[in-house]
């Protein structure tokens, strides 16, 4: 064989070597961004459930809240009503 011939076999060899080496980096990026994406994906899902669940406990106090609220309106309005009857009775 010529020197040239061996030469163009040598540099083609290399240039195969760099495109499949290329692409193993390529997919193997491909790869980690894909599990990285997923990670990040199922971090959103966790979030949005941890929102959902912080709602759903404000609005267990809030009702709590307004629940008290309304004893303590019913009873206000007992003690106004005593009141008034007292005063009734004292006249």
């Known amino acids: 064989m010529s020197t040239v011939?061996?030469?163009?076999?040598?540099v083609g060899a290399l240039i195969v070597l760099a495109?499949?080496?290329s692409a193993i980096r390529r997919a193997?990026?491909?790869?980690?961004?894909?599990?990285?994406q997923g990670e990040a994906q199922h971090q959103d899902v966790r979030h949005h459930?941890?929102?959902?669940?912080?709602?759903?406990?404000?609005?267990?106090?809030?009702?709590?809240?307004?629940e008290r609220?309304?004893?303590e309106a019913e009873l206000n309005?007992?003690?106004?009503?005593?009141?008034?009857?007292?005063?009734g009775r004292n006249n």
């Open 49 to 66: 459930r941890e929102k959902a669940e912080d709602s759903r406990t404000e609005a267990a106090i809030a009702e709590e809240r307004a």
């Open 77 to 87: 309005e007992e003690r106004a009503d005593q009141r008034e009857r007292e005063l």
């Open 69 to 71: 609220a309304k004893v």
């Open 19 to 21: 495109i499949v080496v």
């Open 28 to 36: 193997r990026g491909r790869r980690q961004f894909a599990e990285v």
């Open 5 to 10: 011939a061996v030469i163009a076999i040598v």
